[in-house]
């Protein structure tokens, strides 16, 4: 599976977290190990994607030196 591919099936999962997390809300039932599993997930795609300032720092150093 290429990083494309990863990245868009983390964000699809994390999607489909929020529904059932919110579902569970709504109805008043524990969510706490889907929360988790969202959150590991975020990690995961933090850790995947560049960050805007890391991205941002290395295009001011290439103009600036």
């Given amino acids: 599976m290429s990083k494309y591919q990863t990245i868009r099936a983390i964000r699809s999962e994390i999607e489909k977290l929020n529904r059932d997390i919110d579902i569970c809300i709504i109805k008043g039932i524990p969510y706490a190990r889907k929360a988790l599993r969202h959150?590991?997930?975020?990690?995961?795609?933090s850790r995947m994607l560049p960050s805007k300032m890391s991205m941002f720092g290395?295009?001011?150093?290439?103009f600036l030196f």
């Fill in 39 to 45: 959150k590991i997930l975020r990690a995961q795609l």
């Fill in 58 to 62: 290395s295009l001011v150093s290439t």
